[in-house]
């Protein structure tokens, strides 16, 4: 940056930023880092996470890291690892040589923790976890210093060795730092920051017995990577003067400043990856990429395109109180980008067989049509018609109500980009009732779906030409959740009981039209009046599979609009 700090800040984090650039805190550097566990793949609160730490680092002329916080090795796998860097790419940054693991920095962390030993600044515990629970006190009472407390020096580092070495059992003892138990801050009283657990880690193999505590290893691995702005959400504020203490104690060159903004919470949606995970683990859905999972993979899959989640990332902002943000910001961002960009086709999700009596029987005509009002580069596409069709079953009544505008007998109505037609006839099954198909005329004299003489009709149906169209399976979702705020649950139950049993909604006598017999598994279109859809990878030949990725009723573009009226 030329004159550093003087960008406009977008946000209280750019304004701090631009507070250190000014002083030369950190020189003319700015450098973030994305640091995600290993444990779940990522959601959409990771993107807003993702966003601004990459976009941070790119507003500035700065970098930004990717780096594995992988200091717990049970849970922990590499399926994870690649499904986050997945992730990370799809939605379009890009951490070039600056991949990093923390578990890269265990032996470091190990020579940090003998460091502070020999501070007389962290002691060998032998309390079991109970214990050292009982002692910590609470809010209102002080804690107990641990009887070990007091340890020299030279017994520490033969016991801490030792532990590292594997001669004691699991959770026998605990390297703690020695800060004050008194302190009003429990995260202040004498923390965790080593325990014994032979699990085999995902990188490092069974190297380590013992391994560091988050909150030792991450304001390390921020030093060593030379991170000027630690991002982390608001449940991290009470860490802070512990992240600060171990920098002060050690010394270390690069003391980054941890800053606090409040995550992402969506309606109708879980976030944590535990939760997330129970979802897939207990088969409520089909997996981490399912359709309705609010997971970046279930996102992709559903259709979202990474410039849509962006937006959305960047329309929520960034604050330092938490809040819950309407599930239909993120479908009207998706829905604004397709409608610039996503073809217009016809689909017949419930086909109703129309035959045209008056039509040659043997004739095909083909209409242009344009793949894209919105944007005039698009084109046209060649559209089959004949003498059956099929249109959508909800789109004639044989007895309708007063404002039904769409087909019903002695009804016209227009053929999207083809002809008028008018039902003269109702087939029906004798025995139950139901609508086999419908015969109607049509008028030559509206071709394209104009009439020469003005006469206008009220409806406008989509269609498939029968001998032309695709057979295709439709998915449609509703949220996962029918609560709002799916945590919230009597006493004894568990998020769970707040799933909605229809979430989805399989088609599966869908019709499309033969222009999309090329379509590739996440090609995403319009299908007229029905919302936008996406191939999904479920597709077969002879068979494609579209989810629908929203509806075209845009429910948070109605809100804005009744605000804006009562402001008005
Ligand atoms: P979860 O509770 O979903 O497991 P986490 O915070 O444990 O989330 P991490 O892998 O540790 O997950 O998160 C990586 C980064 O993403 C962290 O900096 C974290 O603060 C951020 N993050 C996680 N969830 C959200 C969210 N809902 N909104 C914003 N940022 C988030
Ligand atoms: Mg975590």
Redesign the pocket.
């Given at each position: 940056m030329s004159n550093p700090g003087e960008k406009t800040p977008a946000n209280f984090i750019e304004t701090i930023i631009n507070e250190d650039l000014k002083t030369g805190r950190y020189g003319n550097r700015v450098h973030t880092r994305?640091?995600?566990?290993?444990?779940?793949y990522?959601?959409?609160?990771?993107?807003?996470?993702?966003c601004?730490?990459f976009g941070i680092a790119k507003a500035y002329n700065g970098l930004c890291n990717l780096r594995f916080?992988d200091t717990n090795p049970s849970k922990e796998d590499v399926e994870y690892v690649e499904s986050?860097m997945e992730d990370v790419r799809w939605l379009g940054f890009d951490w070039e040589d600056r991949l990093y693991y923390a578990s890269d920095y265990f032996e470091q962390l190990y020579q940090y923790a003998l460091k502070l030993i020999k501070l007389g600044k962290a002691y060998v515990c032998d309390l079991s976890p109970e214990e050292i629970k009982e002692y910590r006190g609470t809010l209102t009472q002080p804690g107990k210093e641990s009887p070990y407390r007091n340890r020299s020096i030279e017994e520490n580092l033969d016991l801490f060795e030792r532990m590292k070495n594997g001669e004691f059992p699991d959770g026998s003892r605990t390297l703690r730092a020695k800060i004050d138990m008194s302190s009003p801050n429990l995260n202040m009283r004498d923390p965790v920051i080593y325990r014994i657990q032979r699990a085999k880690h995902h990188r490092t193999g069974n190297t380590w017995c013992i391994y560091p505590m988050y909150d030792f290893a991450h304001p390390l691995s921020d030093a060593i990577e030379g991170i000027t702005h630690s991002?982390?959400?608001l449940?991290?504020e009470d860490h802070r003067p512990l992240y600060d203490w171990f920098l002060d104690t050690l010394g270390v060159e690069c003391h980054s400043r941890q800053i606090e903004?409040?995550?992402?919470?969506?309606s109708y949606t879980v976030?944590?990856?535990?939760?997330?995970r129970a979802l897939v683990e207990k088969g409520y859905v089909s997996g981490w990429d399912d359709p309705r999972m609010p997971t970046i993979s279930g996102l992709r899959r559903r259709g979202y395109t990474p410039e849509s989640i962006r937006d959305f990332c960047e329309r929520i902002g960034v604050a330092k109180t938490n809040s819950m943000v309407d599930i239909a910001l993120l479908e009207h961002c998706v829905r604004e980008d397709l409608n610039r960009r996503a073809p217009r086709v016809m689909a017949v999700l419930n086909p109703l067989k129309v035959v045209i009596d008056n039509y040659p029987d043997d004739q095909v005509e083909w209409f242009d049509a344009v793949i894209n009002p919105e944007d005039p580069e698009s084109g046209t596409r060649k559209i089959p018609f004949s003498k059956v069709i099929y249109i959508e079953r909800e789109d004639f009544q044989e007895n309708p109500p007063k404002k039904f505008y769409r087909l019903s007998p002695g009804k016209e109505i227009r053929l999207q980009h083809a002809y008028y037609i008018k039902c003269v006839d109702v087939v029906k099954d004798q025995q139950t009732g139901e609508i086999l198909e419908i015969h109607c005329t049509y008028d030559p004299e509206t071709r394209g779906g104009w009439s020469s003489d003005g006469r206008k009709v009220k409806g406008t149906s989509h269609w498939v030409s029968a001998s032309h169209a695709l057979k295709a399976e439709v998915r449609l979702y509703e949220h996962l959740f029918t609560k709002e705020n799916p945590e919230e649950v009597e006493e004894g139950q568990d998020f769970l009981v707040n799933l909605n049993p229809n979430s989805l909604k399989v088609l599966t006598d869908c019709l499309v039209e033969p222009s999309l017999k090329d379509a590739k598994v996440g090609d995403r279109f319009q299908f007229l009046r029905q919302g936008y859809f996406c191939v999904d990878k479920d597709s077969k030949d002879g068979m494609l599979v579209f989810n629908r990725i929203v509806s075209l009723k845009d429910s948070w573009a109605k809100i804005q609009k009744n605000e804006a009226g009562k402001q008005e």
């Open positions: 994305f640091p995600p566990e290993p444990n779940g990522l959601h959409i609160g990771h993107a807003k996470s993702i601004l730490n916080d986050i991002i982390c959400t449940e991290f903004f409040a995550r992402l919470n969506l976030m944590s990856k535990r939760k997330l």
